[in-house]
């Protein structure tokens, strides 16, 4: 059923593998991370807009705060007249919220997408989703669109000497089946790699969080303590997030999360831009 979601994904990453594999040399480590955060360069773009829209909705949803909370102080009781109230006040005023969280719903799939096509082309573990295939069944089994010889490509590849789809806790048996193809990785070179993009991820978020609450409409009504809460959790717990999941991150997926970071910071200029526009445009009119 997933196939939905791994072959698209698996296809752009071919595309662009491609494109970087004919300038760089198809077996080379910066052609195959070129490929990845293009991939995601590719998906945001598709998503750029949505994420206007999205952002228009939470403006909007922000500004009809206060009614909202007069309408549940007023119908609390009755959540289907409540309901109702609240789905009259946000057609008024244009507000669909669904739209709101859109894009984040349709990047979840393809994180996951991403992590198993980049897993897959080395199952030659025994966890979870891992066939435990022999090194030479691996090299020889297609992964998705990827045909064996490229399979074969990635697992020579080397991103300043470590293979993008391993991570710092990949087991012994997943690092002794690059023997082959260029040496089995010690644990030190790839630490020397996904440490690095683990920090600068962890940084990105910070700068990317900081950006989007100094931008936010001030809520006077909300808990002072609940807002300080939520603004902690922004700036220094999800940026955290990276260091503490990063050593069982392969470092493709610390290319995407970094990537993500680089696009989102961009993004969120060009939003600020286009709801200011908006605002000037809605204050011309009342005048």
Request: with cysteine; charged share 15%.
């Amino acid at each position: 059923m997933l196939d939905v979601v791994y072959y698209p994904i698996s296809a752009v990453l071919w595309a662009w593998h491609r494109v970087f594999g004919a300038i760089l040399g198809a077996d080379n480590g910066v052609a195959w991370a070129l490929s990845v955060v293009f991939l995601v360069f590719t998906v945001r773009a598709l998503l750029l807009w949505p994420g206007i829209v999205s952002a228009r909705t939470g403006r909007r949803l922000q500004k009809l705060r206060p009614q909202l909370d007069t309408l549940r102080r007023q119908h609390g009781k009755d959540t289907r007249k409540l309901a109702l109230e609240t789905q009259k006040l946000q057609r008024e005023h244009g507000v669909r919220p669904l739209l709101g969280c859109l894009p984040a719903l349709v990047q979840i799939p393809v994180f996951f997408g991403l992590y198993h096509v980049l897993r897959s082309f080395n199952r030659t573990g025994t966890g979870l989703g891992q066939l435990g295939l022999t090194p030479e069944q691996n090299a020889n089994t297609a992964n998705h669109v990827f045909s064996a010889h490229d399979v074969q490509s990635f697992l020579g590849a080397r991103l300043f000497g470590a293979p993008i789809s391993v991570s710092m806790s990949s087991s012994d048996t997943v690092l002794a089946s690059f023997a082959q193809f260029g040496g089995v990785p010690s644990v030190a070179s790839i630490a020397a790699v996904a440490i690095p993009l683990m920090l600068i991820a962890c940084l990105a978020t910070h700068v990317n969080a900081r950006f989007s609450l100094s931008h936010q409409i001030t809520d006077t009504g909300s808990n002072p303590m609940q807002a300080d809460i939520m603004r902690k959790l922004m700036l220094w717990v999800m940026p955290v997030g990276s260091i503490v999941a990063g050593p069982v991150l392969p470092v493709a997926i610390l290319l995407y999360w970094v990537a993500n970071n680089i696009w989102t910071y961009g993004q969120q200029h060009v939003t600020h831009r286009v709801l200011e526009r908006d605002e000037a445009r809605a204050a011309r009119a009342v005048a």
